[in-house]
């Protein structure tokens, strides 16, 4: 049988004329019996470019894989492919919950450029789910609900009368911090950076928001393409929403209030009028480089939100100056590392950009010139990124993309010989991600990484492990699609960088991270709000009330925290496994949709150039 773990799905006709079965449905003409999954990606593909769909069974089988890509609604045969030879991720099979298919292979079509409604049928007669050809598919498909979430999460209504006053800890201050989005849809409190206790794993989230918007409003922009007129609009206004909370934040003469904190009791009443402003402030790896970036790039714009172009700009420099001589005494370990780097580079790189000012350059040189160093090597791995000042690897919960990603907007302001070096670097780099990525049989092309575990061990794997980034209450880990969006994006950035068989390599391994949260993973599942099949109920319970509570709704646009490991080193497979797996008020790990997964989703979609 074929197993779709505790929850099942309503599956629907394929509209093909002649299909033998329902999408994901097992047939008994498929060897052995054990029935095919076939799993595309829920919204669809770029006319140009990579598109591979997984045929998955609980048996192996050993035929010849042949399948076809059929238009949906004229039921015309418009490509014929044979899938490449099944495989197993032992990882995967050895530690699974909720089951799934055990038996992969790969068909890959993207010879189908003609825009249309596809399904792709197997010769069992099993068949996908209907998606999409088209130029530009993602922007047109899925950014409007995308920038509309982050309206969504805007802080609003009572939360936001609330922070127009806010308490500033116990200090007896109050400080105007309204704006700014929440967190996630179970944390309406408002954060630079979560983690901020530990030195590799700083996770951004306002900051890194407000960039991006800027950046990919750059991208589409730049495109020059009529369709983009209203998607520009929004992302500059929720651009500069964001950019107008920094300001705020902004304490003259130092660096940004870190957050806002929201309690919540047990019996779920959320009080606004128990919000707080936290006194502590920022370094440059908690937000304070990516606030500094945003800022510096709303300046650059003849319009503005509640500030003005000067007001920004003056609030950027401030804190960079204050940063640039307190930011090491500002980390917990007083030593600056990776995210140190990476986020300072961001941050002079734009002043330089707004201002024309050689100082900033100068900064900028010397942060590149230090991240450009970072490249390291143990045992047979080679030319990944170091976090710390020996070998330590570099991997992260959600922003493994952004050291590239900040070197490739540095390389603009750079001179040619730097920027040889830097796209040096960067290719060694990414040479590194797709080798660690291809290491073992992995079908679905999900990125992997070098992991250094809690006490010391070294390891290349799948997911973060659950005990490398404890909190003083809590054990924090959770899926990852923000850490392999991120990667999507420094990958398709970098594509346009390089030669052709490179950028070919670049773009198929961004799409095949895009492809996993948009319903190619091992559970068949889209984790994109909205289209595509409905991730499960997210459920939260309170007093132990065994019914639980849906009080944590998701907003069309919104991601998921996505597929973790099952094992505390981060090996095996876990997906929402429900209260009596996991026990109660777990579901956040899998379900929550938080801020960076859907930001990094939109850098990647609009850095496709």
Not at 169 to 194: E, I, S
Request: proline fraction near 5%; include cysteine.
């Amino acid at each position: 049988m074929n197993h779709l773990g505790r929850r099942s799905f309503l599956l629907g006709s394929a509209g093909v004329a002649g299909a033998a079965a329902l999408p994901g449905t097992a047939s008994a003409a498929e060897e052995g019996g054990a029935g095919t999954q076939v799993m595309a990606n829920a919204v669809g593909y770029e006319a140009v470019g990579p598109k591979r769909v997984i045929f998955a069974s609980q048996s192996q089988w050993s035929g010849p894989g042949g399948f076809r890509v059929v238009d949906n609604l004229t039921g015309a045969v418009m490509f014929r492919g044979q899938a490449k030879p099944a495989v197993t991720v032992e990882d995967w099979r050895k530690d699974q919950f909720p089951e799934v298919p055990d038996f992969y292979r790969v068909g890959d079509f993207s010879p189908v450029t003609k825009p249309g409604e596809y399904v792709v049928i197997a010769e069992s007669g099993a068949a996908s789910w209907p998606f999409r050809i088209d130029q530009n598919l993602l922007e047109r498909f899925t950014l409007p609900a995308v920038v509309h979430f982050f309206k969504e999460s805007r802080s609003s209504g009572q939360f936001d009368k609330a922070d127009r006053s806010l308490a500033v800890g116990t200090t007896g201050q109050r400080w105007d911090a309204h704006g700014g989005w929440y967190d996630a849809a179970a944390d309406w409190g408002k954060h630079f950076t979560q983690l901020s206790g530990l030195s590799y794993f700083n996770t951004l989230s306002i900051p890194l928001t407000a960039w991006v918007l800027f950046a990919a409003h750059g991208n589409l922009d730049r495109r020059k393409d009529t369709n983009f007129v209203s998607l520009t609009t929004w992302l500059l206004d929720e651009a500069f929403f964001g950019a107008d909370y920094l300001v705020r934040t902004h304490v003259p003469g130092k660096s940004f209030y870190s957050g806002v904190s929201q309690p919540e009791d047990d019996n779920l009443d959320v009080d606004p009028t128990l919000r707080k402003l936290n006194t502590k402030q920022v370094n440059h790896r908690e937000g304070g480089g990516a606030a500094i970036a945003a800022l510096a790039r709303a300046s650059t714009y003849g319009i503005s939100g509640e500030y003005t172009p000067a007001e920004y700009l003056a609030a950027a420099k401030d804190a960079f100056a204050f940063l640039q001589a307190n930011n090491t005494d500002m980390t917990n370990d007083k030593k600056e590392n990776i995210q140190d780097d990476y986020n300072a580079l961001l941050a002079a790189t734009e002043l330089f950009k707004a201002t024309k000012d050689a100082q900033y350059q100068q900064v900028a040189d010397a942060r590149a010139a230090s991240l450009t160093s970072r490249l390291a090597g143990w045992q047979k791995y080679h030319d990944y990124w170091r976090a710390d000042a020996v070998d330590r690897p570099y991997f992260h919960p959600s922003d493994a993309g952004l050291p590239v990603v900040s070197l490739l907007s540095y390389v603009d302001i750079a001179s040619d010989a730097v920027k040889a070096k830097v796209l040096s670097v960067v290719r060694k780099s990414l040479e590194f991600e797709l080798a660690v990525t291809a290491e073992v049989p992995n079908p679905f092309g999900y990125a992997r990484q070098l992991i250094q575990g809690r006490e010391g061990n070294r390891y290349t794997g799948f997911f973060m492990p659950h005990d490398i980034a404890p909190r003083s209450d809590d054990i924090w880990w959770q899926g990852e699609n923000a850490r392999i969006a991120s990667l999507a994006s420094a990958a398709r950035h970098a594509a346009r960088y390089f030669d052709d068989a490179f950028a070919a390599r670049l773009r198929a391994y961004a799409q095949d991270q895009l492809n996993w949260i948009l319903g190619v993973n091992p559970y068949a599942t889209c984790m994109l709000e909205g289209p595509g099949r409905s991730v499960p109920l997210y459920l939260e319970y309170a007093n132990n009330d065994p019914a639980g509570s849906w009080r944590w709704l998701r907003w069309p646009g919104g991601i998921v925290n996505g597929i973790t490991g099952k094992s505390e080193d981060g090996r095996g497979l876990q997906w929402d496994p429900g209260r009596a797996a996991t026990g109660p008020n777990t579901d956040w790990r899998w379900l929550e949709q938080w801020l960076p997964h859907t930001t990094w989703y939109l850098h990647a979609v609009t850095a496709r150039i």
